[in-house]
């Protein structure tokens, strides 16, 4: 078993920045990708950003130039910098971790969920 658990969401001004981490933790388990998705009140989730455990990185358009996602594969950590933010990114935000536990077990991990909520 593998347990995320997320941190950094809060209640931030148009313009302003937050810093979303989550952290993996369990035993006998290996990361490959690492990410975010986000839920908007009554829509389904969507992806936001993902990292491979060599660091190539994607993002959806709609965050592009304002979020970054890093991980800190000793930690098993990703991380989400979300700068410029808009009302519009207002959501619940998921990490997840595509994990395997051996052999031909391969899983994917969600996080709880934090809320980010955008003043304008």
């Known amino acids: 078993q593998v347990q995320l658990v997320e941190s950094g969401g809060g209640l931030v001004q148009a313009g302003g920045s937050l810093r979303l981490s989550c952290a993996a933790s369990?035993?006998?388990?290996?990361?490959?990708?690492m990410g975010w998705y986000r839920q908007f009140p009554g829509k389904q989730r969507e992806p936001v950003a993902t990292i491979i455990s060599l660091g190539t990185t994607n993002y959806a358009d709609s965050v592009k130039g304002r979020f970054t996602i890093s991980r800190d594969n000793a930690k098993n950590t990703v991380y989400l910098q979300m700068n410029s933010l808009k009302p519009e990114d207002t959501a619940v935000y998921y990490c997840?971790?595509?994990?395997?536990?051996?052999?031909?077990?391969?899983?994917?991990?969600w996080g709880q969920g934090t809320q980010v909520t955008v003043s304008s």
């Open positions: 369990g035993s006998s388990f290996t990361i490959n990708v």
């Open positions: 997840y971790a595509n994990v395997n536990l051996g052999s031909d077990a391969n899983y994917r991990y």
